[in-house]
């Protein structure tokens, strides 16, 4: 285990829960990235415009700060440009399809109890596991 | 009437954004890490997962014993509790994408980082400008 870090996991772990809760409690709505990123998309007139943006102003602000305090937190991909492009899009289409990524099914819908959003984490968990063997067999 | 959910969203977004930074999850190598089970595993990914759970289970609990949430008339509790081939099948497409590159779309609009030390925009946002592309 070359870069086990239990603690920040852990911590950062907290904070995105905490995110998470402050949007179910003030404004009744379920935390998942693609959802609200996607929404923001489909609905441009939509009243739930707003909350989107600034949710995602709010991503992209704590981005920018760690960028400026956490040195590494934003190494360069180390896939070459190909394979990003072809894994956007398959993360892109099947988010889309499933309703839900990480945090809409992982966090979320693990945390208020859902079967459905636990057998869709378990589904990407395991996809993703087996892609990376598959990865290392054929780099080696 | 309107600013509140802005600001609400805003926070939240902070929060999250920070949550990612801080746990390593804008860091492809530490996402890969975690998906490599058979090589040099590295579990912080479900660290983060179970803090982020523990603290979303406790809102949840407390959100059902609230009639409304603080700005909003009502909860917009997701209904679907079916597992159908849809969601397997995107859930699969997904984890595809996830351990190719070791993005997801959580962390994707929260790294500008690579972008400007790279010079390549293109390069950066999979996760998301898919994720609203599709």
């Known amino acids: 285990m070359a870069d086990f870090t239990p603690v920040p996991a852990l911590l950062g772990g907290l904070l995105v829960g ?11 709505r379920i935390a998942g990235i693609c959802g609200i990123a996607s929404g923001l998309l489909d609905a441009p007139r939509d009243p739930d415009r707003g909350w989107r943006a600034t949710f995602l102003a709010g991503l992209l602000l704590a981005g920018l700060a760690g960028n400026a305090w956490l040195p590494g937190a934003f190494p360069a991909p180390s896939a070459p440009l ?13 988010t889309r399809l499933a309703n839900g ?40 | 009437m309107t600013l509140a959910p802005r600001l609400v969203g805003l ?23 975690f998906l490599d089970l058979t090589g040099d595993w590295d579990p912080s990914l479900a660290f983060v997962m179970v803090g982020a759970i523990g603290v979303f289970a406790f809102a949840a609990w407390a959100a059902r014993r609230q009639t409304r949430p603080v700005w909003a008339p009502s909860f ?38 690579p972008e400007y030390r790279t010079g390549r925009p293109d390069a950066v946002r999979p996760g998301l400008s898919s994720c609203v592309g599709s």
């Open chain 1, 18 to 28: 905490a995110g998470a809760s402050v949007l179910l409690l003030g404004i009744g």
């Open chain 1, 82 to 94: 190909p394979v990003l492009l072809v894994a956007g899009v398959l993360v892109g289409v099947g």
């Open chain 1, 101 to 140: 990524c990480t945090s809409g099914h992982g966090v979320c819908g693990i945390g208020r109890g859902s079967v459905r959003s636990l057998a869709a984490t378990c589904t990407f968990i395991a996809a993703g596991m087996l892609t990376v063997w598959i990865a290392r067999q054929v780099r080696v």
């Open chain 2, 11 to 33: 926070v939240s977004g902070l929060l999250f954004g920070a949550g990612l930074v801080l746990s390593g999850m804008t860091r492809p190598d530490k996402v890969i890490g």
């Open chain 2, 76 to 113: 917009q509790w997701p209904t679907r509790k079916d597992i159908d081939a849809r969601l397997l099948l995107g859930s699969a497409l997904f984890g595809l994408g996830w351990g190719l590159a070791g993005y997801c779309p959580g962390p994707a609009p929260t790294a500008p980082g």
